[in-house]
């Protein structure tokens, strides 16, 4: 509510100026078949938790949702990409713990219609060779593939390359909160400007 709210006060126009992505990162509170929210103090079933995602994004302008499920929960996971595609076409669901920038993983759930983007993480792959396959095993199946840092790493740069490389459609690098990040955009704008 907040985000929608300072999109509006800005002046932009949410959805045709500035979206709204959404990391959920379900797999850290996924616990006995339940989503646990502490500091709400809930615990919803799969359908209620799909019904929570959808109304959230029912009301602000999300676009795209990081691991809506658990990465166990193939079947809510296939049920809110529906209702997501239904509410709001375009919109994506992005896979991380899912598909951990694994080829085979991403053509899998591509396959059964789990995922519509997938993260690729070269420092998640092991090597820049597996990252690669897991890129175009988007690229040949219809995924979005988004080049992405990890949270904590160094303020080296050769993401930001891989992803011009690669000609990806998104890079994600996180806000300039910290160090590793800053050097990361920066290294963005230098590529922009040359």
Request: aromatic share 6%.
């Amino acid at each position: 509510a907040l985000l929608a709210q300072a999109i509006e006060k800005s002046g932009l126009r949410p959805l045709d100026d500035v979206a709204i992505s959404i990391d959920v990162a379900a797999n850290q509170f996924f616990r006995n078949g339940s989503y646990t929210l502490r500091a709400d103090a809930t615990s919803d079933h799969p359908a209620q938790w799909i019904e929570r995602l959808s109304d959230w994004c029912a009301r602000y302008p999300v676009v795209l949702v990081e691991d809506p499920c658990a990465e166990v929960d193939h079947k809510h996971y296939a049920a809110f990409r529906s209702e997501l595609h239904a509410a709001r076409p375009g919109s994506r669901i992005v896979g991380d713990d899912l598909v951990v920038t694994n080829a085979a993983r991403i053509e899998q759930a591509a396959q059964v219609g789990l995922i519509d983007a997938a993260l690729i993480k070269p420092n998640q792959a092991g090597t820049v060779t597996e990252a690669c396959a897991a890129f175009d095993a988007c690229r040949t199946n219809s995924i979005l593939p988004i080049v992405s840092a990890r949270s904590g790493e160094t303020e080296d740069i050769v993401i930001v390359h891989l992803a011009v490389g690669w000609q990806a459609p998104l890079l994600k690098v996180g806000s300039i909160t910290r160090g590793e990040r800053t050097a990361k955009w920066n290294e963005g704008i230098r590529i922009a400007e040359h």
